[in-house]
């Protein structure tokens, strides 16, 4: 099971930290993702972290901006959001799978809920 949080409102240019925590199955044997969907978009690609939080992919519209981090003690994994611009308005999962991460949905095997993240122009 995943349960994102810490979505809420944010002023552009603001910063914002979404956390999202695991249970039920052994967190670090899992890649960790993070996609976005907003208003009328389709999902998409945010982040990834592969097991030992080691290496981490973004996407283009994010690079440098945001950071994704996991701590596999507390089964958790963060989204760190900054220069945050109205177009990051989304509702933002987090993924879990247990092949190599990538930025298709389908390679994930997991999904929490979701949590909003709106920004405010």
């Known amino acids: 099971q995943l349960q994102a949080s810490g979505g809420g409102l944010v002023q552009a240019g603001g910063s914002l930290r979404v956390s999202c925590a695991a249970s039920?199955?052994?967190?670090?044997?899992?890649?960790m993702g993070w996609f976005r969907q907003g208003p009328g978009k389709e999902r998409e690609f945010v982040a990834a972290?592969?097991?030992?939080?080691?290496?981490?992919y973004y996407a283009d519209s994010v690079k440098g901006r945001f950071t994704i981090s996991r701590d596999n003690v507390k089964s958790t994994i963060y989204l760190q959001m900054s220069s945050l611009k109205p177009e990051d308005t989304a509702v933002y999962y987090c993924?879990?799978?247990?092949?190599?991460?990538?930025?298709?949905?389908?390679?994930?095997?997991?999904w929490g809920q979701g949590t909003l993240v709106t920004v405010s122009s």
């Open positions: 972290i592969n097991r030992s939080g080691s290496r981490t």
């Open positions: 993924a879990a799978t247990n092949l190599q991460v990538g930025p298709l949905p389908g390679q994930y095997n997991y």
């Open positions: 039920g199955r052994t967190f670090a044997n899992y890649g």
